[in-house]
């Protein structure tokens, strides 16, 4: 018999094999110290737009390209970072308590009666049933109770919810408004110069200035009226017209422009023109 319930105690242990399994969730918050005063101000540049001016002088264009940009003030601000955990066991944690409790009472009766877990011994003056085996037995079952109700202790603390805090740094940003210098000029930009299937490159100077000489009349797109008019059966110069093409700023800008065609209309008249890239 005590045999038997040996067994049941050490099976009812190993049912303890493994502690609970806790889920975790989290949140985090950032929150600025209250009445603390700014770590650093400084200011950044938030928008940026570039504007081409071109002068065509016959076969010349001349463009200064020029950057708008827009400020930012951004103030760097103590705060305190905080994670909240927050933790849920399954419902092992309830059968640890359970089994717990169920050896914890084993062992108490165990302790109060020991002769019921006795093996009967005969003896010159008939049965005698020793103590001995019940208090071995109620040990044994105490032992394995404080065990589980351990585990049950260890994984309820485990389960609690944790708040951890600490110190960072937060930035609070500012509206944006002109910068000190809102307008500078754009120097050492690649440029490329695309009028139909003419490809011309440059950079711009610190002066954000720079030159491409234009293509020959052979790439030139065909007019509507190929023939010059005619005045007293004299030709008259053709008339002028507009060549569509793209400023290519680096890899993601582009301004349009327009060159006049032909070139003789702007020898002694230059043609100017301007225009602006989009917002970045």
């Known amino acids: 018999m005590a045999t038997r319930w040996s067994c049941l105690a ?52 001349a463009v200064e390209l020029i950057e708008h940009r827009r400020c930012q003030v951004v103030e760097r601000v103590a705060a305190v970072r905080e994670e909240r955990q927050t933790r849920r066991a399954d419902g092992a944690i309830y059968w640890e308590y359970g089994v717990a409790a169920v050896l914890l009472g084993l062992a108490a009766f165990s302790f109060a009666r020991p002769d019921l877990f006795a093996v009967p011994e005969a003896t010159d003056m008939g049965e005698r049933r020793a103590p001995r085996t019940g208090y071995a037995l109620g040990g044994v079952f105490a032992g394995l109770g404080a065990g589980a109700l351990g585990v049950g202790i260890y994984d309820s603390v485990r389960a609690r919810d944790r708040v951890l805090r600490s110190d960072t740094v937060i930035l609070r940003p500012g509206p944006a408004a002109d910068c000190d210098e809102p307008s500078l000029p754009a120097s050492q930009r690649r440029l490329e110069l695309r009028l139909g299937e003419y490809r011309s490159h440059a950079v711009t100077d610190l002066e954000g200035r720079a030159r491409f000489l234009l293509p020959g009349p052979a790439l030139w797109p065909a007019a509507e009226d190929e023939a010059p008019p005619e005045l007293d059966g004299v030709a008259t110069r053709p008339t002028a017209r507009r060549w569509s093409g793209v400023l290519q700023v680096g890899l993601q800008r582009s301004v349009m422009v327009e060159v006049v065609l032909p070139y003789e209309h702007t020898a002694l008249v230059p043609s100017t023109g301007a225009a602006m890239s989009g917002p970045t």
């Open 10 to 61: 050490v099976a009812a242990s190993l049912g303890l094999g493994g502690c609970a399994q806790i889920s975790v969730s989290h949140e985090l918050r950032t929150l600025p110290v209250a009445g603390a005063r700014p770590l650093s101000i400084e200011r950044r540049v938030v928008e940026r737009q570039l504007e081409a001016r071109w002068v065509q002088r016959g076969d010349t264009l």
